[in-house]
């Protein structure tokens, strides 16, 4: 990825004037708690919250990436301006309209499209321990299909041969989504969105924070926005771990919704195989049961975090704060 631009090289935009434009983007990371905050936040009576999360409507070079590995494109991901607009009809007088996109965070385009739409947005950025992030996200790439190793450590061991463009899973959408380190280069793309839109815009707030005291944060969050402050709404989603049944059905049904939407992509209409997309979907959930997690040898653990402390350290000196004390890190 490129290094980033500096806040001064950027220039100025018109944005959108629709008033449904969004002005609040959860931007990532996967598998660090959008999902909660996203629901929290769309009880906010000041905030309207997309319905449908994870547009990726400005990741415009992933999406391209994506159908050149494919050789196809997905519908969902090309949507029309209009279509995506329709996610905030009737919230055109709330203060902030949001949205969450976690592979965002990962974008070069991004950072300047949002704020070509949105000169006011506000920018959130949840980061989790890295460990516990990666082996968070890599049960979610086995049941997408993305994934077909079930061992965290294998799959972690092959990234420099997946890198090389061996070993790859068959059905990942494209490449770097299995490139597991990028992901938790924090300092990295936190600075790629600061360049655009400054450091007052953007606030990064880690999983942990938000677990041990709630309150404080989501107070903290509100003045961010400039909303009210109201009460914490009752979680609606808590995004519980899972893992596929079967690897294999989990690859089959990640092809079957590629080729549903690549229908939907040309025009084509109707079910595929008898079946439409919700069915897939069904059977989907139905291959998902409960994570079973192995317990990690703390050996093993912290020859991980050894190989991230200076990504931690890294993070620390751009937020100013002792994230190796949050996440017991090595000094």
């Not at 990741?59 to 969902?76: F, I, K, N, P, V």
């Not at 040309?266 to 195989?273: A, Q, R």
């Not at 291959?287 to 990504?311: C, D, H, M, Y």
């Amino acid at each position: 990825m490129p290094a980033p631009e500096t806040a001064g090289m950027v220039p100025a935009a018109e944005g959108w004037s629709d008033p449904r434009t969004p002005n609040l983007f959860l931007v990532g990371a996967p598998r660090a708690g959008t999902t909660g905050l996203h629901d929290r936040l769309a009880q906010h009576p000041e905030i309207t919250m997309s319905g449908l999360k994870e547009p990726h409507f400005f990741s415009t070079d992933l999406t391209q990436r994506m159908a050149r590995w494919t050789g196809r494109l997905d519908a969902e991901l090309e949507r029309p301006r209009e279509d995506y607009l329709a996610l905030w009809s009737g919230g055109e007088g709330a203060l902030r309209r949001g949205e969450s996109s976690v592979y965002y965070l990962y974008s070069d385009d991004a950072p300047k499209a949002v704020r070509a739409a949105s000169q006011d947005a506000r920018i959130v950025i949840l980061v989790r321990e890295p460990v516990a992030l990666l082996r968070s996200l890599h049960r979610k790439l086995l049941v997408a299909g993305d994934e077909d190793q079930r061992s965290f450590e294998t799959a972690l061991e092959l990234e420099d041969e997946r890198r090389a463009g061996r070993r790859l899973p068959s059905r990942v959408r494209f490449p770097e989504m299995v490139f597991y380190r990028d992901y938790v280069r924090y300092a990295h793309h936190v600075r790629r969105w600061q360049a655009v839109f400054g450091e007052s815009r953007v606030r990064v707030l880690a999983l942990e924070d938000w677990n041990a005291r709630t309150d404080e944060v989501w107070a903290e969050l509100q003045d961010f926005l400039g909303v009210a402050r109201a009460p914490l709404p009752p979680p609606v989603d808590e995004n519980a771990g899972v893992e596929p049944r079967s690897l294999f059905l989990a690859g089959w049904l990640a092809g079957r919704l590629m080729a549903v939407n690549r229908r939907r992509a040309g025009g084509e209409s109707g079910p595929l195989f008898g079946l439409g997309d919700r069915a897939y979907r069904a059977f989907g959930r139905w291959n998902e049961r409960p994570v079973r997690q192995r317990a990690l040898s703390a050996a093993l653990i912290g020859r991980w975090k050894a190989g991230f402390t200076g990504e931690v350290r890294e993070l620390e000196e751009l937020l100013g704060r002792d994230l190796a004390a949050l996440w017991s890190y090595p000094r």
